[in-house]
Nanobody
Framework: QVQLVESGGGSVQAGGSLRLSCARS??????MGWFRQAPGKEREGVAA???????NYADSVKGRFTISKDNAKNTLYLQMNSLKTEDTAMYYC????????????????????WGQGTQVAVSS
């Protein structure tokens, strides 16, 4: 059974840091990503990493967020530094059963499996 379980969300002041984790099981994924959705807004791609370690980031998080994975632990991470109030959202881990590239890596349409999400709240 395919399963993605996020953790690590919470409340933090602007300028602070959080690290999100996503434990995966049940499948070998080609590309994994982090998405977020704020109230009243569409879900947007934040960062993604493929099986070769190639990454892609949304412009809004470049230089602040880092996606990584530990294959031995079957875990995906998102290190978030210099957090801003606009980073407040529900963050979702997602996995694709195909190798994605370019803008497709940050497009939710191409992802097959989703976690339940973890809330991140950044206050000023």
């Amino acid at each position: 059974q395919v399963q993605l379980v996020e953790s690590g969300g919470g409340s933090v002041q602007a300028g602070g840091s959080l690290r999100l984790s996503c434990a995966r099981s049940g499948y070998t994924y080609y590309t994994m990503g982090w998405f977020r959705q704020a109230p009243g807004k569409e879900r947007e791609g934040v960062a993604a990493i493929d099986s070769d370690g190639r990454t892609n980031y949304a412009d809004s998080v470049k230089g602040r967020f880092t996606i990584s994975k530990d294959n031995a632990k079957n875990t995906l991470y998102l290190q978030m530094n210099s957090l801003k109030t606009e980073d407040t959202a529900m963050y979702y881990c997602a996995a694709a059963g195909a190798s994605l590239w370019g803008v497709h890596m940050l497009t939710s349409y191409y992802y097959n499996y989703w976690g339940q999400g973890t809330q991140v709240a950044v206050s000023s």
